[in-house]
């Protein structure tokens, strides 16, 4: 994966045609490994490598009124395979790696009012890439994604983290951890969809769907959808 160049290409789809609508205006920046969120009425794509293999800390906003991105203020660390959810109208950015493969166990903040980025004070246990956050009542939990030294491999430590406190042990292991999933949240659950993980079967991809319900942050529970 890292010979893989950025695209600048958009697509949108539409849940009542059943189509994919190519007319989106392109990203001014290529990038892949980036995150992104839907905040208000503007979707934000953070980070990720350029078509030339450069780290990104820049920022783009999209504004599907006018079918146009522009550029807002870039966040303080160069990020590649992060992940980031909305919290209180603030958007929180999660690990990823740097140039160097330095992984991030620093949390940016976003304020879309001040235009601005924050460090905040409360690091995460561990630095990850190509991992997950969700966020579920007043946490977000942060699973899966490659770490390094001890953690090299898939994450299986769950990680509940809280803005104003900073990391709760939540004792939960991921059996059989990944990195490189699809993801979505639903209510209280998140539904991990494939991914690749050194206990999956065959080549290491996976094509299991498991299913992580959060509505009691003290006993979190992982199943697998036949």
């Not at 160097?100 to 995460?124: F, M, Q, R």
């Not at 770490?147 to 299986?156: E, R």
Request: aromatic share 10%; net charge negative.
């Amino acid at each position: 994966i890292e010979n893989l160049r950025g695209t600048s290409t958009v697509q949108a789809y539409d849940i009542e045609t059943n189509e994919w609508e190519t007319n989106v205006a392109p990203l001014e920046t290529p990038r892949v490994f980036a995150c992104a969120v839907a905040l208000d009425d503007s979707i934000y794509v953070m980070g990720g490598v350029d078509s030339l293999g450069n780290v990104l800390s820049s920022v783009e906003v999209y504004s599907p009124e006018t079918n146009t991105w522009r550029c807002t203020a870039s966040m303080k660390f160069e990020r590649k395979g992060a992940a980031a959810t909305v919290f209180d109208d603030y958007i929180l950015v999660f690990g990823g790696g740097d140039s160097i493969n330095v992984l991030h166990k620093e949390v940016e903040a976003y304020s879309p009012d001040a235009g601005a980025w924050k460090v905040l004070p409360e690091p995460t246990l561990f630095g990850r890439a190509f991992h997950h956050v969700a966020k579920v009542g007043n946490s977000v939990y942060i699973f899966g994604g490659v770490g390094a030294g001890a953690t090299v491999g898939p994450i299986g430590i769950i990680e509940r983290y809280i803005p104003s406190v900073g990391v709760v042990s939540l004792g939960v292991t991921w059996a059989d951890p990944r990195a490189l999933f699809g993801a979505v949240t639903r209510n209280d659950s998140v539904f991990v969809i494939s991914g690749y993980g050194a206990s999956s079967t065959g080549s290491g991809y996976s094509a299991d769907i498991e299913v992580f319900d959060l509505k009691n942050p003290d006993s979190v529970s992982i199943n697998q959808v036949n």
